[in-house]
């Protein structure tokens, strides 16, 4: 149906008989397409260098509020449309905000590709944000912040995140709080678009059973008029560090009786090559079923029914975090425990068995990370947003297995903790505080504070 | 008929076979990653348990994990994710399901790992007590302290009087503490014999080789007594019932819940079509009305699960803060009311047909979601072919169907309503 005389598709083998086949509109948009499976269901993902981050300030939760409405209407159809017109051919369509990136997710029959590929192109381009639909939206998010209230473990990141990074593009939630949301107009959101909406900060990737000639053909024609707009997405500066290091922001909840409970400190922006080592740690301490955290906190003690460790890592910097939740009375002691571990992990780092096992972990399920068409899409969506390389699918396995223990021994000298760790902790502050003293000075917010 | 002609079990053959002890084995190859994924089903569930001891399923689901003969307390993780691989398990009111991802090259120590705690898991006062105290932490987290996890407690005491669908999965605080080892001991020769489990194998490996390994693995494990069956004596409902939930939350919530069939049913299929007109996506008729509309509720969500016994219709409203919790059970009510007086648009029939297709391809896209997705079927409709089977079956379903279903079940004289209602714990 299309003609590929005036196209030059490049492609790049990525390993294990991937190619990728690389392409740009005549408007700038960067595209791949990767065909795959026999599934008749195609991915769609279109990413954007821009998110949370870029949130004005005052405005913050704009990128995710603005992404929300993209569906609520276009120049060309409204809500109710757009959703037909997506939903009746059994697509589904997800948007998402991150700190440093939005995304538009689709998931079509294949035979609908060429349709929802242009429904995507009116959502990104044209979309006309209706004053009642800018209301509405705004009262909804209102009223999902009510409901947040009742989600202590989601209180707890939200505290984390924005006591962490305080004062940073970082330091708030996606979705933005109560003050900053109940602000928004439809201003707000025509000016985001027209920031930081454009075909050059942006990649189209499309994942599935498809001829990648005749997909080109079809990203083309449904992007054809989508140029100009913003050169780059959003620079972000690297984050100093974690601020208010040492001190437990508690987060009060009377009515609690368990306590949701997080320590925190910095890390390395995403991509770094200290990443591998850093994950075999991270595997060591606090990952899957039999880390150390989950032996000493769940296994010997029965303390939670839950803990873990995550590196959550940003284009501009990151966070170490450990994370668990526990009676109100044992509170005190889970966080010794979790103190003493990651202590321990710092100072003398895994044992040698220990990164063995961890590189088999890392390495045996890394090919679950792509398994889907959707997944293989973020995945190849993250390595155009943070540079990892086209090398990342075929050689990841390769620098995970090449990691010695004296790297991972560096990599745990360097973010379990080296000064006094961020606490937060969401439950009755009143019977939380004498626990919680003997961690640092102790500071009480409401929930209120942290919405 | 035969299902291997349809399209989908093309793209995916399932080989199977039944052991001398009754272990029934499912084998769905598939060469695209180096990886495999195991799922042992067992048919039990809290709807096996009885007053006093309700939460054993799901206590021992955790007791699986604690040791059997060759390999002792914790190494099955240790074993298992040494070997590139991840575990987990989930209890229902019907079923217990294990299962791992793991590393191709890993299977056979995966089938040694299983058989070996199918064959002869230790159950220990120490490992009792330990995870007693974990699932007591768990349900602290999932209902205690989770607005949704006490009205659905309070939800499932309302809609059943007499069937064991009236506890939690999590079971009763009190039970928890009361479950002794002589319980896991009984539960463990009755519910987890071979010929009480199906064995389901998707991803890269060779279909005749993983047979043998699993006749090796398994076939000296001897059978099971029978399994007793489960007593449905729910009466009759003579009316609506209500609860009312004082929680300090900011915002009012609601469920209405209407009794539904049991899954095999022939008005089962009719309700999935049902529940997707009515719930599913931005465009489904309750978002469209209740929260984009009237702009009463944040978020609704339709619950329509299947289940082995007569089941639930259920609707999860979210409300606005200053929501009246009346008027939004009235708008809800008259769009039920809509649905069964005028019937729905062949178009949204249509609509659903399409998205119920979308969803069985989207759970055939790992080999995870494929081991799932047929042992689920097979459990529930009585042969994983069905699943296969399921677009051809939504397609006969029209709009005169499912005008008669909703008739038939959304009668408001068979509805339970509980209401969440803020309350300040300070004042």
Request: proline share 6%.
């Amino acid at each position: 149906m299309t003609a590929a005389k005036h196209r030059t598709v490049r492609a790049v083998e990525v390993g294990r008989g991937l190619r990728l086949h690389r392409l740009r509109t005549p408007g700038g948009l960067p595209f791949t397409v990767a065909q795959r499976g026999r599934i008749p269901l195609v991915a769609v993902r279109l990413v954007l260098s821009s998110g949370a981050a870029g949130d004005p300030r005052g405005k913050e939760g704009l990128a995710d509020f603005t992404m929300r409405l993209l569906r609520r209407g276009t120049a060309l159809r409204d809500a109710h449309a757009l959703d037909e017109a997506i939903e009746f051919v059994g697509a589904s369509l997800g948007l998402f905000a991150g700190e440093d990136q939005v995304a538009v997710a689709l998931t079509t029959p294949a035979e609908h590709l060429p349709a929802m590929l242009h429904v995507l192109s009116e959502l990104v381009r044209v979309p006309s944000f209706p004053e009642d639909e800018v209301r509405t939206e705004r009262e909804r998010s209102l009223g999902q912040f009510a409901n947040d209230v009742d989600d202590p473990s989601l209180l707890a990141d939200r505290a984390l995140i924005r006591t962490a990074w305080s004062g940073h593009p970082y330091g708030h939630d996606v979705t933005g709080t109560r003050a900053s949301v109940g602000g928004f107009g439809r201003k707000d959101a025509v000016d985001f678009h027209a920031a930081h909406f454009g075909p050059r900060p942006a990649h189209l990737f499309v994942v599935g059973a498809v001829d990648p000639d005749e997909v080109a053909g079809q990203i083309e024609e449904a992007f054809d008029s989508w140029a100009d707009g913003p050169r780059t997405g959003v620079e972000v500066p690297a984050p100093g560090g974690v601020s208010r290091g040492g001190t437990v922001v508690v987060v009060d909840r009377p009515e609690q009786t368990q306590s949701q409970v997080r320590l925190a400190g910095p890390a390395y922006r995403r991509g770094a090559p200290v990443q591998f080592a850093a994950q075999v740690v991270n595997v060591t301490l606090g990952a899957g079923f039999t880390s150390r955290l989950v032996r000493e906190v769940r296994v010997k003690r029965g303390l939670s029914y839950g803990v873990g460790s995550a590196f959550d890592t940003l284009r501009a910097g990151g966070l170490f975090s450990v994370s668990s939740f526990t009676k109100v009375e044992t509170t005190g002691r889970l966080l010794s425990v979790m103190r003493k571990e990651v202590d321990r992990m710092r100072k003398r780092g895994p044992t040698k068995a220990e990164v063995e096992k961890a590189q088999r972990y890392l390495a045996g399920l890394f090919p679950l990370r792509t398994e889907t068409n959707e997944s293989l899409a973020a995945v190849l969506a993250d390595m155009a947003l943070y540079g990892l390389g086209d090398d990342w699918l075929d050689r990841y396995r390769d620098r995970v297995h090449a990691v010695s223990r004296a790297e991972a021994q560096e990599a745990a000298a360097a973010y379990c903790f080296p000064e006094p760790p961020l606490t937060v902790v969401v439950g009755p502050a009143e019977r939380l505080r004498p626990q919680l003293e003997r961690f640092g000075p102790v500071e009480v917010l409401s929930a209120d504070d942290v919405l | 008929m035969s299902p291997r002609k349809k399209p989908q079990a093309e793209l995916f053959p399932v080989q199977e076979a039944v052991l001398s002890n009754g272990l029934r084995v499912r084998l769905v190859p598939d060469h695209d990653s180096p990886v495999v994924s195991l799922y042992t089903f067992f048919q039990v569930g809290s709807r096996n348990e009885r007053p006093g001891i309700t939460g054993i399923s799901h206590l021992f689901e955790h007791m699986m994990f604690n040791g059997a003969k060759k390999y002792g307390p914790k190494e099955f993780d240790e074993v298992l994710e040494s070997n590139g691989g991840r575990s987990n398990a989930y209890t229902t009111h019907d079923v217990t399901v294990y299962y791992e991802d793991f590393a191709a090259e890993a299977l056979d120590t995966v089938l040694d790992l299983e058989s070996d705690r199918m064959r002869s898991l230790t159950i220990d006062d120490r490992s009792l007590k330990s995870e007693r105290e974990v699932v007591k932490e768990e349900r602290r987290l999932r209902v205690d302290n989770e607005p949704a996890g006490l009205m659905d407690e309070a939800l499932h005491a309302l809609v059943y009087e007499a069937h064991p669908y009236r506890w939690p999965v999590i079971g009763w605080m009190g039970d928890i503490e009361a479950i002794r080892r002589a319980d896991c001991e009984a539960y463990f020769r009755t519910f987890y014999a071979p010929n009480n489990a199906t064995l389901w194998v998707a991803g890269d490996f060779e279909p005749d080789r993983v047979l043998k390994a699993i006749r090796k693995a398994y076939g000296d494990i001897p059978k099971g007594p029978p399994v007793p069956g489960v007593v449905n004596a729910e009466p009759s409902q003579r009316g609506e019932r209500r609860a009312e939930l004082r929680h300090p939350s900011r915002a009012p919530s609601l469920i209405v819940a209407y009794r539904g069939p049991q899954v095999t049913d022939p008005d089962t299929l009719t309700l999935d079509v049902l529940q997707f007109i009515l719930g599913v996506g931005e465009g489904s008729r309750l978002q469209r009305a209740l929260v984009y509309g009237k702009r009463l509720a944040v978020n609704v969500g339709v619950d329509w699960s299947w289940r082995r016994d007569p089941g639930m219709f259920a609707f999860h409203l979210e409300l606005q803060p200053d929501a009246d919790v009346r008027a939004a059970e009235d708008a809800l009510s008259a769009e039920l009311r809509r649905v069964a007086e005028e019937g729905v648009d062949p178009r949204e029939v249509e609509k659903a047909r399409n998205n119920l297709r979308a969803h069985l391809l989207r759970e055939f896209t790992s080999n995870s979601g494929r081991a799932h997705a047929l042992g689920t079927y097979e459990l529930f409709l009585g042969s994983w072919e069905h699943g296969f089977g399921l677009p051809e079956a939504y397609g006969r379903i029209d709009a005169a169907k499912v005008q008669a279903a909703a008739r038939r079940w959304l009668d408001p004289t068979q509805r339970s309503v509980v209401t969440l209602v803020p309350e300040d714990v300070r004042t």
